[in-house]
T-cell receptor, first 115, second 115 residues
Framework: DTEVTQTPKHLVMGMTNKKSLKCEQH?????MYWYKQKAKKPPELMFV???????INESVPSRFSPECPNSSLLNLHLHALQPEDSALYLC??????????????FGEGSWLTVV | KQEVTQIPAALSVPEGENLVLNCSFT??????LQWFRQDPGKGLTSLLL?????REQTSGRLNASLDKSSGRSTLYIAASQPGDSATYLC??????????????FGQGTILTVHP
């Protein structure tokens, strides 16, 4: 099983709302990632967790708040977003962060629209 | 900072043709290189991973090569089919500097295989 599951698939939220995106994997992976992808662009790294600790934050605005409650779950808490934050948010995982043999697996993504 | 370039940006071929997608990267300090495909509105599917010490990997009709010293990779697709139509993304995982541990993507090649 190489599945990364993301919920919800679609989310519409107002600029004053608080919502969360969720990601789950049961492959025993210890590195988990959040990427943002705008239309016709490649994914851009937002956050990386390694062994449930935040390892990389790509200077993401504080209105995005990641959380890794355990080794299988990754959340992205959203608050006071802007319309330009509308995008496909992709979660990914790999066995570890720093190994040449680790394939990174992506979920199907959560489509976020901020109105 | 690692930069990844993919050529061509788009490719349209008749069914049955063999084709080559190109990827180049500026910093040879990498852990690995991974090829993905992305269907419209979907997540990324991993196709092949080549470790930094390897020269090529094969899976079915796909063959990927890596020349780390020159910063180049190619994805060869044999006997293309309409179902191969998708965006193909190349990504490298950095092993040094500001790209350490990060997966950097190219802009992608949009492939259309027509019957």
């Amino acid at each position: 099983d190489t599945e990364v599951t993301q919920t919800p698939k679609h989310l519409v939220m107002g600029m004053t709302n608080k919502k969360s995106l969720k990601c789950e994997q049961h492959m025993g992976h210890r590195a988990m990632y959040w990427y943002k992808q705008k239309a016709k662009k490649p994914p851009e790294l937002m956050f990386v967790y390694s062994y449930e600790k935040l390892s990389i934050n790509e200077s993401v605005p504080s209105r995005f708040s990641p959380e890794c409650p355990n080794s299988s779950l990754l959340n992205l808490h959203l608050h006071a977003l802007q319309p330009e934050d509308s995008a496909l948010y992709l979660c990914a995982s790999s066995q570890t962060l720093l190994s040449s043999g680790n394939t990174i697996y992506f979920g199907e993504g959560s489509w976020l629209t901020v109105v | 900072k690692q930069e990844v370039t993919q050529i061509p940006a788009a490719l349209s071929v008749p069914e049955g043709e063999n084709l080559v997608l190109n990827c180049s990267f500026t910093d040879s300090a990498i852990y690995n290189l991974q090829w993905f495909r992305q269907d419209p509105g979907k997540g990324l599917t991993s196709l092949l991973l080549i470790q930094s010490s390897q020269r090529e990997q094969t899976s079915g009709r796909l063959n990927a090569s890596l020349d780390k010293s020159s910063g180049r990779s190619t994805l060869y697709i044999a006997a293309s089919q309409p179902g191969d139509s998708a965006t193909y993304l190349c990504a490298v995982r950095g092993a040094g500097g500001t790209s350490y541990g990060k997966l950097t993507f190219g802009q992608g090649t949009i492939l259309t295989v027509h019957p």
